[in-house]
């Protein structure tokens, strides 16, 4: 099902008219499951993509790429589609799921389009939105959102990312002239890496601790204009430009500071607290702590957003390797005849173990999606809601950002030099989307939290079962472990795979074993944890500190571990909704792939722990061996079945040329 | 030892001015263990870098990026370093090691440089001194290093680039007019990715299939003129720019194609094979085989210059990424105060055995230098001493650029949003260093090289040993294999560790213990896949390559794991070398969360083996946790005796500004 605008094939697809043996998996059905739950939104976005106009040009200066991105949000205004998420008086539907969608799609263009567009109205736009009220939509909204008014998301400054929380950035209210009085006191408090402020942003929400009465009351957003018209900064503001950086050329970072900058009392964002005019300080939300984590969490969504944009620059760099992959030959093999590359064992093992992550990562994240837009539609907005969402998105997110630099560097290299020309995009894909690892959430941060979340869960449910119970199930785990640690585990599976490697195979095939394994390697790692966490009599902060700092790379490790139980879940559902048996059986080799994979990544930590056999354990790699060739046939169909074009690939080795350059070649032997 | 050139403080160093606590290692010491054998060339060299007119601007389009490397090169030039690996008659002394040290350096300035020099004086004109003979020395040789012909290593095509024996360029011979005529017949025989072939070459040493009276005698090299001076492509050849690539944007890769080019037979560079007038061909090597691989010899400069030009960037990056993490700080600790990033065990744990890993490959490198210098000055140059060094500089050049793309990847993902400006400069070090991994050989292919030549080593051995002697080594494999899986060796091992994690943790310090394991990690594996891959009566050659197939996975580890072996016996030389007990303390310590890294990442593959005993396997990683702790107070110091000045780094965060920011911030506090 590689399809093309120009002819239209994709209709002719979607129609069924390519239809597969009846014996064999359905394509279709795989394209449409892969597609999710707004196929019509996602396609749409696609054909948007298509026009020459979004697309990256390879050889740009940074100041030329940057003008020509931000030409391109005019485009995307124009379309329409940017405003869905808004409410309706500014052109929106609401459709909150459906816009992330939408901006996963513009990777396909150029990253930089993506990130700049995400700034403007995922970022400036949504905080106006979300973080404001009334006044505040019926001010700044609508220019915002029609790009009346670029503007920059000034939340992080030189001296905190990570730790927002403790940002130095102060907005003091002075009751004299009803104004806020904005300072950046110190070089580290300046505002950095903030997409537009280099050059288009001529306001800001600027995120700073509000002071009033004397009084801090944390961190708190403001709308700030930051230049005239002519693009001149306005008195007390000033600023660099963050000049070139890795990827992402498109977008025109900056760094802002601020001396007395004043705005009036009405510019500050007042959704989750709010000054009067003699000064005095209310909200909604009494705990200064939550009442922050309560306006941090409208930054999920370019969380969400990340983790789906990432997936998409995973599959067309899987795309355009395995068609040259398929079509490149290397090596007279056995009967004289070059190899083709895909038939190489070890290639398969280096691409498709990755494709079937990214199938993983596709499923996984259209269920963040879903969770996304019931949170974020009302549908169901609970504080646990809430809370279970940003826990997902930060694993979620974390997991598919790593994968997907993983997946394209790994593509960039099976394609050898040709790899390495800007006109197969690896590069450049790696480049820009490099980022996407550490912002809106470092991917190291986003773990822990999962993590101390895990711990927390943990606690809970210890608390829940009261003394006894809890005492029960501490010694339950002790039996397990004791039992797993003597071998009794190890020899139940032994008994269980009947001693033989067919059984030892059998039985990682089976779903329920592949889960069990799954979530011990996060359980087993909480549990045994969390006991070094717990506070006690003559146990200081420091010390629990320290023990933190012990556990720190398993806590993340477990996290992880989460993360891609929650991937095998998602897969795992896929799995189970695909009616067609064929196609069923073609999904659920996939899905045990990616499950191998995961457990052989961790063998030792199984193995030390007596959680799996010593025969299971060498059953693991042969049989990922095993799966891998077994899925190699299906490897072409299977990543066309994300359902790109060429206009989305724009990569010379995946044109059909090489097969063209192999035939000549062949003839002329 | 952070020195800079400005204040003459490495001199400080050197003589020793800054001596450490006499109870503490002397960095001194490591510093020049670090700097290896040719310590002055390579001072001299990171001299030479340190010329602002040598380095990589950041916003350069292609075209003016290539035009000043171009320049570069005449500076290269002028310094005359360049000319020493050539005969005294060209300006130099044969320091073939010495020359491949200087090469490694121009990392530091632009990469672009280093492999537009390697292109000019490294291939092209090395092929005309290696692979020609007096005429052509006379002829070609001063025009091509003194930069008066810039010249291409016309090597690959489009069609073939792993598989060069292969290439479909043809040089037939014409005996009417003693000519070659060189033909590309089809696209997929265009030259292509070749190094100045787009802009600045004249002339190419292009490698055909030499065809004369009828009669292919393999590959051979042309030298062959492209363009006239004002840089027409003379008549019969044509080209194609390769365009913009991923990185190294300063050299002008291209392609190049031929129709009926006639060279007069003198042009043919025949140190290994001739023609008479008559057409009659004649060479001192009979085999059409070994002829080839006798030429592509000469190639293993490039891999050796490659594998140390790879470490010099993992150098850089991580003395930027640990420098910037002594000074950053972010949440606070138990304490109150920030923490900086540094005392944060994840952040050491992701650092520190990187920084242990480039400490190993250069120790290594040192080694691999001395093997190349002893072979190219001819001081021990037997086909066996060849073999070994192709062999070697395969497994050292595959670990070396892989583990350069890691650590520069690690170090830019900790420094957060810094780390993808491109004043921190680790995007582009990822970039322009991402094709070493494939291009002089790809990482794969080597790999595949040097496990082929594991087993014919393991099958020379059980020859060797005689039909009883290798029955007794098979047997004794065998006996030790069941022992190993009955659980002897895990009891053994337990017995040895006195059953506590103190004695498993003693026992993995124990150097013999580690060569043991890292041993076993190749040999058993070799052992694992021979009998299978053993050719008897019935087996065809498609079974066999089916075999070798299922394998070729396996193999590939084990090479790796060859790598990493011959990596800890030379760092364990560097040990062992050293004679002042608390330097050599640290250096063993460093040394062994090389090997433990390297034995946590095969955890797995050892303990289904029963290789290692459940309770050494778990002692790995906690004490690997435990040793990267004690590494850490080190770090920078043993960063900064690689011996980078800040005149090399170049990057923002390592130039002090985060510390007086964080000072002025605490200061405000």
Not at 138 to 159: I, K, N, P, S
Not at 428 to 456: I, P, S, W
Not at 583 to 590: D, H, I, K, P, S
Request: aromatic share 6%.
């Amino acid at each position: 099902m590689t399809v093309d605008s120009v002819t239209g094939a994709t209709m002719t697809a979607e129609a069924g008219a390519t239809r597969p043996p009846a014996d064999g998996p359905d394509f279709d059905r795989i394209h449409d499951a892969l597609l999710g739950s707004w196929k019509d939104v996602r396609l749409a976005a696609r054909a948007r993509t298509l026009d020459p106009a979004l697309h990256r040009r390879d050889d740009l200066l940074v100041a030329d790429h940057r003008a020509r991105v931000t030409a391109q949000l005019q485009v995307l205004l124009d379309s329409g589609a940017v405003r869905l998420p808004f409410p309706e008086a500014f052109g929106g539907t609401g459709d909150a799921g459906g816009n992330l969608v939408a901006f996963e799609e513009l990777v396909t263009a150029d990253p930089s389009l993506q990130i700049k567009a995400g700034v403007q109205w995922g970022l400036f736009a949504a905080a106006i939105l979300h973080l404001g009220t009334r006044y505040h939509h019926d001010h700044f909204l609508a220019d915002a959102v029609e790009l009346r008014t670029f503007g920059g998301f000034a939340m992080t400054e030189t001296g905190h990312g990570s730790d927002v929380a403790s940002i130095a950035t102060t907005a003091t209210y002075d009751p004299a002239t009803q104004e806020f009085v904005i300072d950046t006191p110190f070089r580290a408090a300046w505002k950095d890496y903030i997409g537009n402020a280099a050059v288009d942003a001529r306001a800001a929400v600027v995120f700073a601790q509000l002071v009033t009465k004397g009084e801090r009351q944390g961190v708190h957003a403001f709308f700030v204009p930051i230049r005239d018209e002519a693009g001149a900064f306005l008195p007390g503001v000033g600023g660099e430009d963050d000049g070139p950086k890795s990827g992402l050329n498109g977008v025109d970072n900056g760094r802002l500071h601020f001396t007395g900058v004043r705005v009036p009392r009405a510019n500050l964002l007042d959704r989750y607290g709010s000054v009067a005019p003699d000064g005095t300080y209310s909200s909604p939300i009494p705990s200064q702590g939550r009442r922050f984590f309560t306006m941090l969490g409208t930054l999920v969504q370019g969380r969400v957003s990340l983790a789906g944009a990432s997936n998409t620059g995973a599959k067309i760099a899987l795309q355009i390797a395995l068609t040259y992959a398929e079509q490149r030959r290397q090596f007279a093999g056995a009967a004289g005849d070059e190899e083709v590359l895909l038939d190489y064992p070890r290639h398969q093992r280096r691409l498709l173990p990755r494709l079937a992550a990214v199938c993983a990562a596709t499923f996984t994240q259209d269920e963040l999606l879903l969770a996304f837009h019931r949170v974020f539609t009302g549908e169901h907005d609970t504080d646990e809601s809430r809370q279970e969402l940003e826990n997902f998105a930060a694993a979620a997110k974390a997991e598919a950002t790593w994968n997907a630099l993983d997946t394209i560097q790994e593509c960039r290299e099976a394609a050898g030099g040709a790899g390495f020309l800007a006109e197969n995009r690896f590069g450049q894909l790696h480049a820009d989307l490099d980022v996407y690892a550490t912002f809106e959430g470092d991917n190291t941060v986003l773990l822990q939290l999962v993590g101390k979340r895990l711990l927390t869960d943990y606690g809970k449910r210890l608390k829940a079962a009261g003394g006894a119970g809890a005492a029960r199930i501490v010694a339950g785990q002790a039996l397990g472990a004791a039992a797993a640690s003597a071998g009794l585990t190890a020899l139940a599976q032994r008994v269980a795979d009947g001693g033989t490697a067919a059984g030892a195979a059998r039985s990682l095939r089976d779903p329920a074993t592949q889960e069990r394994l799954l979530q011990e390697r996060v359980e087993v790692a909480v549990a045994e944890i969390a006991p070094a966490l717990r506070p006690g009599p003559g146990v200081s902060a420091a010390d629990l500190a320290a023990r933190f700092g012990e556990h720190q790379h398993a806590l993340i490790e477990a996290a992880r571990a989460e993360a891609r139980l929650r991937q095998w879940r998602a897969f795992t559902r896929a799995v189970e909704r695909e009616t067609d048996a064929p196609t069923r059986a073609l999904l659920a080799l996939v899905r045990d792939v990616f499950a191998l994979q995961v457990i052989e990544r961790d063998l030792g930590w199984y193995l030390v722990r007596g959680l799996l056999s010593r025969s299971r354990g060498r059953a693991v790699t042969r049989l990922l061996d095993a799966l891998v060739a077994r899925m190699r046939p299906h490897a072409l169909p299977l990543v066309e079945a994300f359902g790109y074009e060429q206009g989305h690939l724009r990569a010379a080795i995946a044109s059909g040329a090489e097969a063209a350059r192999q035939a000549e070649a062949r003839a002329a032997r």
